[in-house]
């Protein structure tokens, strides 16, 4: 099939795009100095590949439902819930299977007890600036002490940086990142444990202490991300079709609106025109002319490309991810790891 | 199973105030004077509890998967595509199928030929005013002619006025409408036939001109239709855990966020707390009394209920409603109809 024949809307990735960011980041920080974030695309098939080309063998994820997916995929040689979790039998189950190595993240007495009911290993989470989960650094201590009584395995320390990451100004990026890291850095001495994890896709190359970053953006890539000037490039975007044109009115309408895009960084773009607003199931764009004549605007029933601004809940809108080589839809990868 | 023991984030709808919203619409709007928008709700059991108790045997829907699942559900006894496609294959496809009857809206030459190419009936949609599908009034009849000429039954005309639909003040909602309804005599004036389709939720008891009205948030509401002062209650909320809280710093931490949540109308409340933000799996909420002792989170481990601003995309998020009596669980619907 022909990427123009697909129904739309339709989630296309480019292999040869996605092929150039698995490479230039596996170059930047090759196997195990990389651990991709699972919560960005939420398909095994597409971490498989990532595992393959790139050779990173741990992965993390942001729900017990990737976890759990990652696991039966035969994808678990070293996986870390980047995240608090408070549902003991799933856990419990998770860890029973017995194909995984399974690590959770914990930041709280209650969380430390709920590894030990299952019997996880262990990563102390640590506030690095970022208002949501990890323990204070001066809290880290105790909580490994707690950790390690129950009999847990307490691997390090993790914070995500999340209030830095999308951060344009590298600059800023950077001092912002030192100031988190010495949080981590205090948290750690008190801790112990081989194992420092940290950063995203917009810190992955200012990270010089970390032995990890959880990057998952840098696959995908969206308009937010572009803005920081990463050499990964756009690899998802969205076919539509134009279902209706006014063009003496001057606006136009595509057939994917904001159940198939995330919204909460702002609307998508579509190529060659301003979007307008987004409706349930379309997107209505302005006629490059004005109102009009033709107003510049495509006939109805032509195909055009939109970009999400938020790649990760984008993804998780959908089903499956069409794989596109040029012209050719070479595979279909479901989105299995979507919902909880 | 009881509602405490769902495994969160889970999307739980009230059964008691579910059938208060159908009973208050069916009272107001009785059988074929509403045509439930299944946008709304993406699923095939609540269109049947809603035909079965509302007494509603017609249906509209925005995409051709909620057509093809209400067909295939045996629920297809009058099924309107209140949208434009240039789907061909598809359409045929539905049509052949023989099982439902299939309209579709039209607002160009192009959607006529699909429409004719499938041997769907149609209406014509007409732009009431909202920048988005619809042609002008004064080019409904030559499409009308169009279609009849192609040897497609014309059922009439629909407009929807959602530029009007959300307008917190009555007063304002009534005089557009009657500058919408204005324009939508005009077409039908040109275009005959025997059906006006038009509304939504916030227009369901101005329309006095209409033969039907498609409403569909009414069912379960959100935040941003709650501000109308309608007679409909909030049916749907999402079930969430308390994950991580920092009485010193402020602020605690639930595992549901904009994965979980349409956010175009803004952020989801939580019961009993302002909510800070929204990750992709999380949503930070302040403490109320501020950093300091306890200030008044809650434990971890503790469940709370979250409400979406925006019902229609946070239903198309998740897979399973759960239907909630009172505490217990008694059914689970699946979310059949979402995806394209």
Tied chains: 1, 2.
């Excluded at 070293?78 to 189950?93: F, H, K, S, V």
């Excluded at 102390?124 to 950790?147: F, M, N, S």
């Excluded at 895009?261 to 773009?269: A, I, L, R």
């Excluded at 025109?273 to 002319?289: K, M, Y």
Aim: aromatic share 6%; proline share 6%.
């Amino acid at each position: 099939m022909k990427v123009h024949e697909l129904p739309t809307p339709a989630l296309v990735v480019d292999l040869a795009v996605l092929d150039h960011n698995i490479d230039t980041m596996a170059a930047a920080r090759p196997g195990p100095a990389l651990r991709p974030h699972v919560k960005a695309f939420k398909c095994t098939e597409l971490a498989r590949h990532v595992a393959d080309r790139g050779g990173h063998r741990a992965f993390c994820c942001a729900t017990m439902r990737e976890m759990e997916g990652m696991a039966a995929a035969g994808l678990g040689g070293d996986l870390l819930l980047a995240n608090e979790t408070l549902d003991a039998p799933r856990l419990t189950a998770l860890v029973d299977r017995g194909d995984a190595r399974i690590t959770v993240a914990v930041d709280s007495p209650e969380t430390v007890e709920v590894a030990a009911a299952a019997g996880a290993e262990v990563l102390v989470d640590v506030d690095v600036g970022l208002p949501r989960c990890g323990c204070r650094p001066d809290e880290a201590g105790r909580l490994a002490d707690l950790a390690r009584s129950r009999g847990l395995q307490v691997r390090g320390v993790m914070g995500y940086e999340g209030h830095i990451v999308g951060n344009p100004d590298r600059t800023a990026r950077s001092e912002a990142l030192a100031t988190s890291m010495e949080r981590l850095r205090r948290a750690h001495e008190d801790v112990g444990g081989g194992l420092v994890s940290s950063g995203g896709t917009g810190t992955y190359d200012l990270h010089d202490w970390a032995d990890e970053v959880q990057a998952g953006s840098y696959l995908l890539m969206d308009t937010h991300y572009a803005r920081l000037g990463l050499p990964f490039e756009q690899a998802l975007r969205v076919a539509v079709t134009v279902t209706s044109t006014s063009p003496t009115r001057g606006w136009g309408v595509v057939d994917a609106g904001l159940k198939a895009f995330g919204m909460d960084h702002g609307n998508p773009t579509l190529d060659g025109f301003d979007v307008f607003f987004c409706s349930d199931e379309h997107t209505t764009f302005l006629a490059p002319g004005g109102p009009g004549s033709d107003g510049g605007l495509p006939a109805v029933g032509e195909r055009r490309w939109m970009v999400p601004a938020h790649v990760d809940p984008t993804v998780a809108y959908h089903e499956r991810i069409f794989v596109a080589d040029g012209e050719d839809v070479v595979d279909i990868w479901p989105v299995d790891l979507r919902n909880w």
